[in-house]
């Protein structure tokens, strides 16, 4: 099986989503950078779409982080 290539979180989370809108389910893999991302079915293919989305988000900047609140929510 030959890895297809990406170079960018955003335009992988694109392929993959085309993926799963295609019902292309099939076993398949791609990279970015050095990770490497496979999927073998449905359920596989909707994690791999939530961690580039993930990843994406980083890349692009528009990921927040979380606030906690001091003390426990308690003052």
Partial sequence: MATT???TW???L???LEQYRNHSFV???ASVGGDIIKWN???DLRE???HARVMASMETGSAHGRTYAQNGGRG
Avoid: C, Y
Wanted: net charge negative; glycine share 6%.
């Fill in 10 to 12: 955003t335009e992988l």
């Fill in 41 to 43: 079915s449905a359920k």
């Fill in 5 to 7: 290539p990406f170079t």
């Fill in 27 to 29: 076993r398949s893999e």
């Fill in 48 to 50: 791999a779409i939530d």
């Fill in 14 to 16: 694109g392929h993959l």
